[in-house]
């Protein structure tokens, strides 16, 4: 990492730290919505993929409930695919400056060929689920599947026809919506390329569950060092010692896979599911670990456990990112 990425790292943890709810925090004095967004449409300069991970990944090590893989992420990256440079000028510095966007897409799948919605002309009709701050974003765009292809409309979500209902999911921190359109009018955007969106996502997604695990790890480490049996800290015991180790290999393989994910589409699926599989294990040790006052709701080894399920089914199953990586 460069000395800037060190101190944008400092600087997201530190504000965390301190901010119970920091989204607005986030936005107004590091700018975490614009490292998305490219700078001739109000985005930071010199921002790229590395600084968006090391973002995603400090917000994943404390859970924090804020909408920046669904509006930063997936919403921006989808308008960008379009080329349309004066939907991007009127939309993504909205984005940037921390307004909430929502992109809507998948049905049973995360399918990037055949989007859950269907387009008549500027007409958008059928359901997305899994519409992450779906409810609550005030610009909403749709991905939908037209005769030429998949493309992007720009749906108004006071219309009438829009009906977003949140879903209450195992993870209490990640807002998921079902969106249901229902001849709804849509302004057109252009072709959307949800290969990429979907390879973006993956890789973001990635390095908030290696944030997630390395957290859950050193909480693990931390509670086995001061609880005590038959006179010593369980942490000394050799057992112990050497699941951890296994742990500390498992959370720094995915860090790795995470930080190598933007490079293609094949490492974004090695990363979807290593990182997926290695969050699992390490929230699951956690509960393990911790015994007894682990499932209770005053500690956190529940809801990194719940994060860690939850995050292994978003953008699609690690079996499906499999086949990507075997075909």
């Given at each position: 990492?460069?000395?800037?990425?060190?101190?944008?790292?400092?600087?997201?943890?530190?504000?965390?730290e301190?901010?119970?709810?920091p989204?607005?925090?986030?936005?107004?004095?590091?700018?975490?919505?614009?490292?998305?967004v490219?700078e001739r449409?109000?985005?930071?300069?010199?921002?790229?993929?590395?600084?968006?991970?090391?973002?995603?990944?400090?917000?994943?090590?404390?859970?924090?409930?804020?909408?920046?893989?669904?509006?930063?992420?997936?919403?921006?990256t989808?308008?960008?695919t379009?080329?349309?440079?004066?939907?991007?000028?009127?939309?993504?510095?909205?984005?940037a400056?921390?307004?909430?966007?929502?992109?809507?897409?998948?049905?049973?799948?995360?399918?990037?060929q055949?989007?859950?919605?269907?387009?008549q002309?500027?007409?958008?009709?059928?359901?997305?689920?899994?519409?992450l701050?779906g409810?609550?974003?005030?610009?909403?765009?749709v991905a939908a599947?037209?005769?030429?292809?998949?493309?992007?409309?720009?749906?108004?979500?006071?219309?009438?026809?829009?009906?977003?209902?949140?879903?209450?999911?195992?993870?209490?921190?990640?807002?998921?919506?079902?969106v249901?359109?229902?001849?709804?009018p849509?302004?057109?955007?252009?072709?959307?390329?949800?290969g990429?969106?979907?390879?973006?996502?993956?890789?973001?997604?990635?390095?908030?569950?290696?944030?997630?695990a390395?957290?859950?790890?050193?909480?693990?480490?931390?509670y086995?060092l001061?609880?005590?049996?038959?006179?010593?800290?369980?942490?000394?015991f050799?057992?112990?010692?050497h699941?951890?180790?296994?742990?500390?290999?498992?959370?720094?393989?995915?860090?790795?896979?995470?930080?190598?994910?933007?490079?293609?589409?094949?490492?974004?699926?090695?990363?979807?599911?290593?990182?997926?599989?290695?969050?699992?294990?390490?929230?699951?040790?956690?509960?393990?670990?911790?015994?007894?006052?682990?499932?209770?709701?005053?500690h956190?080894?529940?809801?990194?456990?719940?994060?860690?399920?939850?995050?292994?089914?978003?953008?699609g199953?690690?079996?499906?990112?499999?086949?990507?990586?075997?075909?």
């Amino acid at each position: 990492m460069t000395p800037e990425q060190d101190q944008l790292r400092a600087g997201v943890r530190k504000l965390l730290e301190r901010e119970p709810e920091p989204w607005t925090a986030l936005c107004a004095q590091i700018g975490v919505a614009a490292l998305t967004v490219p700078e001739r449409f109000g985005g930071l300069e010199g921002a790229g993929i590395t600084e968006v991970q090391i973002v995603a990944e400090e917000l994943g090590r404390v859970l924090a409930d804020v909408p920046f893989l669904g509006s930063a992420v997936l919403a921006t990256t989808a308008l960008l695919t379009t080329r349309d440079d004066s939907a991007c000028a009127r939309i993504l510095p909205q984005l940037a400056e921390g307004v909430v966007g929502a992109l809507a897409w998948a049905g049973d799948r995360w399918d990037p060929q055949h989007p859950a919605v269907q387009a008549q002309g500027n007409t958008v009709d059928g359901s997305a689920h899994y519409v992450l701050d779906g409810a609550e974003a005030t610009v909403l765009l749709v991905a939908a599947t037209t005769a030429d292809g998949p493309a992007l409309f720009e749906v108004d979500p006071a219309h009438p026809g829009v009906r977003r209902t949140a879903v209450a999911g195992m993870d209490e921190t990640r807002h998921l919506a079902t969106v249901i359109l229902d001849q709804v009018p849509a302004r057109p955007l252009g072709p959307v390329d949800l290969g990429r969106v979907r390879d973006v996502a993956c890789a973001v997604l990635a390095a908030e569950q290696a944030g997630a695990a390395a957290r859950a790890l050193e909480l693990t480490v931390g509670y086995t060092l001061r609880r005590e049996q038959f006179g010593r800290p369980i942490g000394s015991f050799q057992a112990l010692k050497h699941r951890m180790a296994d742990l500390h290999v498992l959370v720094e393989t995915a860090r790795s896979a995470a930080y190598a994910a933007p490079t293609s589409s094949r490492l974004a699926a090695v990363a979807k599911v290593h990182c997926s599989e290695a969050f699992t294990t390490v929230a699951a040790e956690m509960i393990q670990l911790h015994g007894g006052i682990a499932v209770t709701w005053e500690h956190p080894a529940h809801r990194y456990l719940k994060r860690a399920h939850a995050t292994a089914q978003l953008f699609g199953p690690p079996h499906h990112h499999l086949a990507r990586v075997h075909p």
